[in-house]
């Protein structure tokens, strides 16, 4: 009877993690004791091979599928004997992070919500929440890991950002999922208005434009008198940015525009317009008949309209086609003509109120010996 003193071969192989999902990768680290002289291991799950004769050291497996379950090693010394081990794992299906965003578009000043979702892995689930500028580097932490999303993302500049949810399961797992947000500016109303005063029976126009806000802009114009409490709709949300109106009456109105935004932020803008009476011109002359060498004198004036008033005056020759200018637009209001033959004159009074309306009133003159 030979007795020997050699130990039992044993495989005394360890694994970086028992509790894996599929596409996890984990470590198989190689290693024996008793036997003879160097080992070989070789390593197969699922009736697939993993490794075959490697020496003492480490080996990474990719977990294939759920049926990965056990993972067999095999040892063999250099007198040729050999050794089995099993190796049990847990395997679940891969962490998928099914969180969500409240929008892939905000307004500067907007919070962006999420709600944290999972599958897979091992749970129950955690979440974390990191956003940056999609040009930076460094990430800001909105919420460290919970059991729900609490925190709000607020971008405090107009560019692009990343927001990322962290998801992790009991076991460490972790799955990303990013978002990226385009924040605008805010959307504000920069339409303008022709004027704020208007004769009755002229127009006023709007010019409706925004800036800030997402994508494309659409107009609605509505007026009603500052009495009235019902709105008159000139536009509903259209793409074209001028509108015109016509106020039907001698009065105080309020002219409301509004500027939507693609995303359907709304920003209003309100102006008044006071409709004075229609333009008159109340023009006179001193008088129709004079000798030669006498003068007309124009004297000028104006009511309704808007603003302040402009006058120019013009005369001919009856038969005469060219009118000559005794005075172009100026705020004098007495003006002389002195007609340089006998014949019959036509004089032109023309005035101008401050939005340019102009009234018209003519006379004729008799020039004689």
């Not at 309704?304 to 402009?310: C, L, M, Q, R, V």
Request: one cysteine or more.
């Amino acid at each position: 009877l030979v007795l020997s003193d050699t130990e039992p071969l044993v495989s005394k192989t360890t694994v970086s993690s028992k509790n894996v999902c599929v596409g996890d990768t984990i470590q198989l680290t190689f290693n024996a004791k008793g036997g003879n002289g160097n080992y070989t291991f070789s390593a197969s799950a699922d009736t697939a091979s993993l490794v075959s004769g490697q020496p003492k050291g480490t080996a990474d497996i990719k977990i294939a599928s759920k049926n990965m379950t056990a993972i067999t090693v095999n040892v063999k010394d250099s007198a040729g004997k050999s050794a089995s081990q099993t190796i049990k794992l847990t395997i679940a299906d891969k962490l998928v992070n099914q969180s969500t965003i409240s929008s892939a578009k905000a307004v500067l000043g907007d919070s962006l919500t999420l709600s944290g979702a999972a599958s897979g892995g091992f749970p129950t689930y955690q979440y974390a929440v990191y956003y940056k500028k999609k040009t930076d580097t460094n990430w800001c932490k909105a919420q460290d890991y919970a059991k729900t999303i609490t925190a709000k993302v607020t971008p405090k500049k107009a560019t692009d950002y990343i927001v990322r949810v962290k998801a992790k399961d009991t076991k460490g797992h972790i799955a990303n999922k990013d978002f990226t947000v385009a924040v605008a500016n805010k959307l504000t109303n920069t339409s303008k208005l022709s004027s704020n005063t208007v004769a009755l029976g002229n127009t006023v126009t709007v010019t409706a434009s925004g800036k800030g806000g997402t994508g494309a802009y659409t107009y609605a114009v509505y007026y009603k008198k500052t009495t009235d409490k019902k709105w008159t709709t000139a536009q509903g949300f259209k793409t074209n940015a001028k509108v015109t109106i016509k106020p039907a009456k001698n009065a105080k109105y309020e002219v409301c525009v509004k500027v939507k935004d693609a995303a359907g932020t709304v920003a209003k803008e309100y102006f008044n317009v006071t409709v004075t009476a229609p333009l008159e011109n109340k023009s006179t002359i001193s008088a129709t008949s004079i000798k030669l060498d006498q003068i007309v004198t124009v004297k000028a004036s104006a009511s309704g309209g808007s603003g302040y008033y402009n006058y120019a005056v013009y005369y001919k020759k009856d038969y005469d086609t060219k009118w000559t200018t005794v005075q172009d637009y100026k705020s004098t209001s007495s003006i002389i003509v002195r007609p340089a033959k006998v014949s019959t004159y036509n004089i032109c009074v023309k005035a101008k109120d401050s939005n340019n309306n102009i009234t018209k009133k003519y006379f004729d003159v008799t020039v004689t010996r």
